[in-house]
């Protein structure tokens, strides 16, 4: 049910109560209440219930083929039960969302404000859990708020240049480093006035930051390259001398190797401020592109290391420039296009494309420059 509740932590005083009701496994006997939801916004931040007249509360999960939803008038002290959803099998876990929606002449107009939380498994006959969920206007920037303690988040150590990568349970901070004034040139390698090592994770249920097991080498202007098993593989970057190096080594998260980082085989090139395009999760096959002086580019893996270097179309250096995959229709390899950048001198037009069958790097439209000119990051 819904009702209003008085919450704390100086966050905004009114709540929203949501009361999931499961059926029994086998669907016999009277239904079980499993999951209450109580609503909170940021202090400071925009009313997320100013305009509300509905609420859509949404239920998806592990097994359920279609999400369950319930949508009913709001006001101060009403009441709405999601009933009928199937308990938790094991392993299987329920998300709730809900939805503030405006009023349009006595149906729902569209989404105000919405709140997530996190994915929890919903046991028949286990007693039923509460959860504060922030809810916040849509379309909206507000503080990082933990869901656990209702603390404002922010990382330990500052830092530009630097890597923020998300995985399927964290967002992953790693690297960078502080300037001393805004006049240093940062995004060439010099002008730090100092690197750093530390490593900072967001979780995406708590939204709680946590400082995690530092690198092996301060770098910046480094890639990080996501797995789908939760770790990340870091690779190139300005070292504190500001000069690309061609190490990777392996964030490790918590459960794995206790979080330690592990060594890799090296880059065949110095890189930094180069892109690494994911070709293969299976062999964990990665394509490097430029970053270096001469000009280049290869595939590595974690195992066996370099593939072999090779130069560019047209022969020209290149950072601080942009890949992005897609997919050919009728294939099921990826192609990687790669567009703008820069030389130590000047911005490129040019754009590239790699066909991870021919294991090419081709130039196109015979050097023809981009619509729009140079650019770069």
Known sequence: MFDLRSMTQGLLALGLAATLGCDSNDGDGPS???LAIHLYGASGAADPFSGVGWMKIIMTGDGLQLPFTLTVPYAPGGAGTLDGVPFSGAGQKRQLV????SDAGGQPGFALSRGRAPALEVQAGAPEQEVDVLFARVNSFLPLISTTTKAPQQLAVGRVGHTATLT??????TGGGTISNAASTWWNGTGFQGLTT?????DLDTRQVATRTPLLLARTWHTATALSSGQIILAGGYGANGVPSDTAELYNPPDILEGRAVALPRLGAARAAHTATLIDEATRVILFIGGDDQGTWELWD????SHGVHPMPDNLPRRHHQATTFYIPGRTEPAVLITGGETPNLALASAMLYDSVAEALVGLAGGQAMPGGARTQ
């Open 302 to 305: 974690p195992v066996n290391g």
């Open 198 to 202: 530390s490593v900072e994770a967001i």
């Open 32 to 34: 079980q209440p499993g």
């Open 168 to 173: 399927a349970r964290e967002v992953v901070v």
């Open 98 to 101: 809900i939805e503030g929606w």
